[in-house]
């Protein structure tokens, strides 16, 4: 993909300085933008996509916190657990 000599003359570009000076919060924003847009560009000119997205992306998410049936989540701060 890219070599160490390419990433130095990248961090040198004037434009992409923002990126590699104000270190990984500030390129998590930026990229986290750029994905968005990214994402909903595609989805505006393919929009098959939508449902696939919707169903990917729902599987991910917890709905009801304050039940979850997974064991895990229920530990106290004294509970004894493997990591």
Same mark, same amino acid.
């Given at each position: +993909?890219?070599? !160490?000599?390419?990433?130095?003359? +990248?961090? /040198?570009?004037?434009?992409? @300085?923002p *990126?590699?000076l %104000? !270190? *990984?919060?500030k *390129? %998590?924003?930026?990229? #986290?933008? &750029?994905? $968005? #847009? &990214? @994402? #909903?560009?595609?989805?505006? #000119?393919?929009?098959a996509?939508?449902p696939l $997205? ?6 991910? &998410?917890i709905?009801?916190?304050? /039940?979850n049936?997974e064991?895990w989540?229920? +530990?106290?701060? /004294?509970?004894? %657990?493997? @990591?």
């Amino acid at each position: +993909l890219f070599a !160490g000599a390419d990433l130095l003359e +990248l961090a /040198n570009e004037p434009r992409l @300085v923002p *990126f590699f000076l %104000y !270190g *990984f919060g500030k *390129f %998590y924003i930026i990229s #986290s933008i &750029t994905m $968005l #847009s &990214t @994402v #909903s560009r595609q989805l505006r #000119s393919h929009p098959a996509l939508i449902p696939l $997205l919707i169903f990917i992306g729902g599987g991910c &998410t917890i709905w009801d916190k304050k /039940n979850n049936p997974e064991p895990w989540n229920k +530990l106290g701060p /004294n509970d004894q %657990y493997k @990591v």
